[in-house]
């Protein structure tokens, strides 16, 4: 045995509302590792327009998503397209609307503002509703709990609850994490994965080590 085949979509018989994301999504500027799955009782199929908001390739931001990862219904990644200015006294954006607002608008300005490639980690686990804001890096091994709202980077393998979403706990000690940093299994060949499952579900870090 293998494991699944990553490049189907539905990887689940009779159980469609879960979907790898890898062949589902098509967009240049989103990148997503094999395995990572949506899931929606209606679809995984629209995660890219329903779940990845304000993404405009002109503005030249990514949203990467690690391998293994997991996604509930109703996540949010919410992209540098839905900033406004912040520098000057008002942030409306007169300028979308013409008929002489878009004169005198510095793009430069707003340009600055941009905060960058959103970065999900493998092995990531973002719970329902929750909402992820521009510019930010989940750790590997992290978790963001339900209706959470992540306005700020996560440690790896930390627990990140509320809003704004802060560490309530962290899933091992600093030691260990630093171990299944280096062993990094994500990036094990499949077949190794597949006859190491045992070592990865456990919490025996000698094991998953000796794995290595």
């Excluded at 509302?17 to 395995?35: H, Q, S």
């Amino acid at each position: 045995m293998s494991g699944p085949n990553p490049a189907i979509k539905h990887p689940i018989p009779m159980h469609t509302r879960v979907g790898f994301l890898k062949p589902l999504v098509t967009a240049d500027n989103i990148e997503i590792g094999e395995f990572t799955y949506y899931d929606d009782p209606e679809g995984p199929d629209q995660f890219q327009t329903k779940c990845v908001l304000h993404h405009y390739p002109f503005i030249g931001d990514r949203l990467i998503i690690g391998k293994f990862c997991a996604i509930a219904e109703g996540a949010r990644f919410i992209m540098n397209g839905a900033n406004h200015a912040m520098s000057g006294f008002s942030t409306y954006p007169f300028n979308i609307f013409g008929h002489g607002w878009e004169q005198g608008f510095d793009e430069a300005r707003w340009t600055r503002e941009v905060r960058g490639d959103t970065v999900v980690g493998n092995d990531v686990w973002i719970g329902m509703e929750a909402v992820v804001l521009p510019g930010i890096t989940i750790g590997h091994g992290a978790i963001a709990a339900a209706k959470s709202v992540v306005t700020h980077d996560v440690p790896a393998y930390s627990i990140v609850a509320g809003n704004p979403a802060r560490v309530v706990k962290m899933r091992f000690d600093r030691q260990t994490v630093a171990r299944l940093l280096v062993t990094a299994w994500w990036d094990w060949p499949i077949d190794k994965i597949t006859r190491n499952l045992d070592a990865i579900r456990g919490a025996d870090i000698d094991a998953l080590e000796a794995a290595a």
